[in-house]
């Protein structure tokens, strides 16, 4: 009786997970959709396609819908159904589920996830549409903005706009402390920030420059971007354990934590500012008289007029690399076709005006005060730059400007490494030469485990 | 079937034969076999679907490499050995998660108890306290924790100013790695309004003649609470513990906006942002499984979180009940 019972329960058992593993096996042979080239979008057939993007403030919204009317005006049977406020994470879960709700064409603020969308193949090779249209990307594009946007020879989007980060000063904390011009090397930074300085017990009535990689734009990648480091090797792996470059960076960046009070003071202090993206950064509010920032800091500023003068200059650089100062970070907007989609004539056609069509382009950097991403737009005449806003165009055009590599699980190396920078600089992690060791070693791991 | 069966046999379509009592006792069963399976079917089909369905998932694509996109390839123990050995974030999201599990727990419990016992001993505005001690609990998590990250602000915040009037220490909080976790405990002390319900309604459930009886045989309050209110209560304790394991092993939300919020991260401009600020200190592993699975889209190590997450909480419950023999009354 027992023997029957328990062959019964393990019949039931097996039946259950025969079941659940079937299942499991239907549901997890779930590939991405064919792509589908031809949509008859070209013989004047209507098409709708869907756009995901991430802008969501008004002004912004409003640029990219005014775009995205212009172009359909051009391409009267071609219609657009703009999605706004949507951030990666959702665009990744979106392109793997597919279905008749995923979007056609995508943005993404973020160059970060370009090796990753391109390895996934979840956005499509954009050579053949260039190829088809007669593009030349080196000519087009500047080769920053040309680097991140594509990975190991496959360019799946294309800049949209970018962002170029520069050095603000506080031109009244400067003629206070007998500064007469912006620093250009890091030896007359770490001086000038140090003068800039006006201390107050535990904490400070002004600070020259917030050093802490939690303090907003100082992160590891962009500071590193005044050295132009190499990231990984030919061989693929991780390279920051090797080039020098990375270390001195690290090694710099501890020597300001230390010269202007210490991590525990300045971490006290960076919780006293206010939102970064709001009148309360600490720029406005005078809090700090030097900061990293990208370009759309001088959009803000105008706008939230703070009681003092200010102006920009490229970030400076290493003493041993003085002839370089005018170079910076270079990130941006990049936009692609999801792989999945059934509409990539249409798809292309919008992607190709966004981002070669040079009164689209100049028009959109005009109204929400970005970067233009193509050589012509940058040097239109009608590209609307004041002498702060153009440090930025110049970064832009430096041929020694640089962006941080795509990778085959996208930020992730980037993520290592900053959290290395937190454990240093808070002291946390004392041997560098270990610490970096052994994120280079994590590096690779991750990499190898995406691969 | 019988046809079948006969034809199997190649005995051919035997004659009709009165039923014996054997078969009529089995026909019996079997009726009874499929109405018992009838009434726990809906029990079966909720647990095989959300349930065991997943468990089989999980531990599938934990041998898999599986990224979204295709099929999943079988990788054998890759993933398992990542994780284990490839991951140093995985060691200390495991250290804090056992820290809140242990000290979190705990304390919410005791205070849980604490805040019950006082309400039950109030004689006037008992309405008014319960209200007070509940109403925290209803508070959203992500409001809560922002308005705590506010309050605690090591630069800014009134409670640091009150403690530098008072010529206390004033500690770092969600900014300093050593009172990131202390400081999400307090928060989960604040919102303790669940327990101190539940404990409340088990309070006031202990027989009174028993602690007229201790009263009689010279029990003084810490007697009685000893030997009368605990082994009355302990099944209410042994719950809130087994249930406050599992809800904190599950510890997402208030970590990762306490991290987001002091480390100054508004995560809108396309910045890496990794969770765990101050340090890693805040870094529990439902926020790795996240990580892994939907930002990284590693699911295979992301499932082998989920499954250390899960023999954790089993083992932890398994234990606890089976020393306290269940949500049983204790003989003490």
């Given at each position: 009786?027992?023997?029957?019972?328990?062959?019964?329960?393990?019949?039931?058992?097996?039946?259950?997970?025969?079941?659940?593993?079937?299942?499991?096996?239907?549901?997890?042979?779930?590939g991405s959709n064919d792509a589908g080239g031809?949509?008859?979008?070209?013989?004047?057939?209507?098409?709708?396609i869907t756009f995901w993007h991430g802008w969501?403030?008004?002004?912004?919204?409003?640029?990219i819908?005014?775009n995205?009317?212009?172009f359909?005006?051009?391409?009267?049977?071609?219609?657009?159904?703009?999605?706004?406020?949507i951030a990666d994470d959702k665009v990744n879960q979106a392109l793997r589920?597919g279905?008749?709700?995923a979007p056609d064409v995508v943005s993404s603020f973020t160059t970060n996830n370009v090796g990753m969308f391109c390895s996934t193949k979840s956005f499509a090779d954009l050579k053949p549409f260039l190829d088809k249209s007669g593009i030349d990307t080196a000519r087009t594009f500047p080769s920053a903005m040309l680097s991140y946007t594509q990975f190991q020879g496959n360019q799946c989007s294309l800049p949209l706009l970018g962002d170029a980060y520069?050095?603000?000063?506080?031109?009244?904390?400067?003629?206070?402390?007998?500064?007469?011009?912006?620093?250009?090397?890091?030896?007359?930074?770490?001086?000038?920030?140090?003068?800039?300085?006006?201390?107050?017990?535990?904490?400070?009535?002004?600070?020259?420059?917030?050093?802490?990689?939690?303090?907003?734009?100082?992160t590891t990648e962009h500071?590193l971007g005044q050295y132009g480091p190499t990231y990984f090797n030919a061989d693929g792996k991780s390279a920051i354990?090797?080039d020098?470059k990375v270390?001195?960076?690290?090694?710099?960046?501890?020597?300001?934590?230390?010269?202007?009070?210490?991590?525990?003071?300045?971490?006290?202090?960076?919780?006293?500012?206010?939102?970064?993206?709001?009148?309360?950064?600490?720029?406005?509010?005078?809090?700090?008289?030097?900061?990293?920032?990208g370009e759309?800091?001088?959009?803000?500023?105008?706008?939230?007029?703070?009681?003092?003068?200010?102006?920009?200059?490229?970030?400076?650089?290493?003493?041993?690399?003085?002839?370089s100062?005018?170079r910076g970070y270079q990130t941006g907007t990049i936009i692609g076709i999801a792989s999945g989609s059934k509409k990539q004539a249409a798809a292309w056609e919008l992607v190709k005006y966004l981002t070669t069509d040079t009164?689209a382009v100049v028009?959109f950097a005009?109204?929400i005060?970005n970067v233009p991403s193509t050589f012509d737009a940058l040097n239109?005449?009608?590209?609307?730059?004041?002498?702060?806003?153009?440090?930025f165009l110049?970064i832009a055009k430096h041929p020694q400007s640089g962006t941080t590599p795509a990778s085959v699980n996208g930020g992730g190396y980037i993520v290592s490494l900053q959290?290395?920078?937190?454990?240093?600089?808070?002291?946390?992690?004392?041997?560098?030469?270990?610490?970096?060791?052994?994120?280079a070693?994590?590096i690779d791991?991750a990499i190898a485990q995406a691969k | 079937?019988?046809?079948?069966?006969?034809?199997?046999?190649?005995?051919?379509?035997?004659?009709?034969?009165?039923?014996?009592?054997?078969?009529?006792?089995?026909?019996?069963?079997?009726?009874?076999?499929?109405?018992?399976?009838?009434?726990?079917?809906?029990?079966?089909?909720?647990?095989?679907?959300?349930?065991?369905?997943?468990?089989?998932?999980?531990?599938?694509?934990?041998?898999?490499k599986?990224n979204g996109f295709g099929?999943?390839?079988?990788?054998?123990?890759?993933?398992?050995?990542?994780?284990?050995?490839?991951?140093?974030?995985?060691?200390?999201?495991?250290?804090?998660?056992?820290?809140?599990?242990?000290?979190?727990?705990?304390?919410?419990?005791?205070?849980?108890?604490?805040?019950?016992?006082?309400?039950?001993?109030?004689?006037?505005?008992?309405?008014?306290?319960?209200?007070?001690?509940?109403?925290?609990?209803?508070?959203?998590?992500?409001?809560?924790?922002?308005?705590?990250?506010?309050?605690?602000?090591?630069?800014?915040?009134?409670?640091?100013?009150?403690?530098?009037?008072?010529?206390?220490?004033?500690?770092?909080?969600?900014?300093?790695?050593?009172?990131?976790?202390?400081?999400?405990?307090?928060?989960?002390?604040?919102?303790?309004?669940?327990?101190?319900?539940?404990?409340?309604?088990?309070?006031?459930?202990?027989?009174?003649?028993?602690?007229?009886?201790?009263?009689?045989?010279?029990?003084?309050?810490?007697?009685?609470?000893?030997?009368?209110?605990?082994?009355?209560?302990?099944?209410?304790?042994?719950?809130?513990?087994?249930?406050?394991?599992?809800?904190?092993?599950?510890?997402?939300?208030?970590?990762?906006?306490?991290?987001?919020?002091?480390?100054?991260?508004?995560?809108?401009s396309g910045q890496q942002?990794?969770?765990?600020?101050?340090?890693?200190?805040?870094?529990?592993?439902?926020?790795?499984?996240?990580?892994?699975?939907?930002q990284r889209f590693n699911?295979?190590?992301?499932?082998?979180?989920?499954?250390?997450?899960?023999?954790?909480?089993?083992?932890?419950?398994?234990?606890?009940?089976?020393?306290?023999?269940?949500?049983?009354?204790?003989?003490?």
């Open positions: 009786m027992h023997s029957t019972t328990s062959r019964r329960g393990r019949r039931t058992i097996a039946a259950i997970t025969g079941s659940a593993v079937l299942a499991l096996l239907a549901t997890a042979c779930t031809n949509d008859d979008s070209a013989s004047g057939k209507d098409v709708t969501s403030q008004d002004n912004e919204v409003k640029a819908n005014d995205i009317a212009a359909e005006k051009a391409h009267p049977n071609i219609h657009v159904k703009a999605v706004a406020n589920a279905g008749d709700d520069g050095l603000y000063y506080n031109k009244k904390a400067f003629a206070d402390a007998g500064i007469t011009a912006p620093p250009k090397t890091f030896s007359e930074f770490a001086a000038d920030a140090v003068k800039l300085t006006v201390n107050d017990g535990d904490s400070y009535k002004q600070l020259g420059f917030m050093p802490l990689y939690h303090g907003y734009e100082s500071f354990a090797t020098p270390a001195q960076m690290l090694t710099w960046q501890k020597s300001m934590v230390d010269k202007l009070g210490g991590y525990a003071k300045l971490d006290k202090y960076r919780s006293t500012f206010g939102e970064e993206f709001s009148a309360k950064n600490p720029f406005h509010t005078g809090q700090v008289a030097m900061a990293i920032d759309w800091r001088t959009t803000s500023l105008a706008e939230n007029k703070p009681d003092f003068d200010w102006a920009t200059a490229p970030f400076p650089v290493p003493d041993d690399q003085a002839d100062w005018g009164d028009n005009n109204a005060h239109s005449p009608k590209l609307v730059s004041d002498p702060n806003f153009k440090t110049d959290n290395l920078g937190y454990d240093y600089e808070s002291g946390k992690q004392g041997d560098l030469a270990a610490g970096l060791a052994a994120t070693k994590e791991a | 079937m019988s046809l079948a069966f006969g034809t199997r046999k190649g005995t051919g379509s035997p004659a009709p034969a009165a039923p014996s009592t054997q078969h009529l006792l089995r026909r019996k069963r079997r009726r009874e076999a499929a109405r018992t399976l009838a009434f726990l079917s809906p029990w079966l089909i909720g647990f095989s679907v959300f349930f065991l369905y997943p468990l089989i998932s999980t531990i599938y694509f934990s041998l898999t599986y099929a999943p390839t079988f990788s054998g123990l890759k993933n398992w050995d990542y994780v284990f050995n490839d991951l140093p974030a995985f060691w200390q999201g495991l250290r804090n998660t056992l820290w809140l599990v242990v000290i979190m727990v705990s304390l919410r419990v005791v205070f849980g108890l604490g805040i019950g016992l006082l309400i039950t001993k109030v004689k006037t505005g008992v309405g008014f306290f319960r209200t007070v001690f509940y109403l925290p609990y209803l508070a959203p998590p992500v409001a809560a924790t922002v308005a705590f990250a506010f309050l605690l602000n090591p630069g800014t915040g009134p409670v640091n100013h009150l403690l530098g009037e008072l010529g206390l220490p004033q500690p770092g909080w969600f900014s300093d790695p050593t009172w990131s976790k202390p400081a999400l405990t307090l928060l989960a002390m604040w919102g303790i309004g669940d327990l101190m319900v539940i404990f409340m309604a088990s309070l006031l459930d202990v027989p009174k003649e028993q602690y007229e009886a201790a009263e009689l045989d010279g029990a003084g309050p810490f007697q009685r609470f000893r030997y009368v209110t605990l082994p009355n209560i302990s099944p209410i304790i042994m719950f809130s513990v087994v249930t406050g394991v599992i809800q904190t092993m599950q510890y997402y939300t208030q970590a990762i906006v306490a991290g987001k919020v002091a480390g100054g991260i508004a995560g809108n942002f990794e969770p765990g600020y101050p340090q890693g200190s805040t870094w529990t592993l439902p926020q790795m499984v996240y990580n892994l699975g939907f699911y295979g190590a992301a499932c082998v979180v989920a499954l250390v997450l899960f023999v954790i909480s089993m083992a932890v419950t398994s234990i606890l009940l089976r020393r306290k023999s269940g949500f049983m009354a204790s003989d003490d």
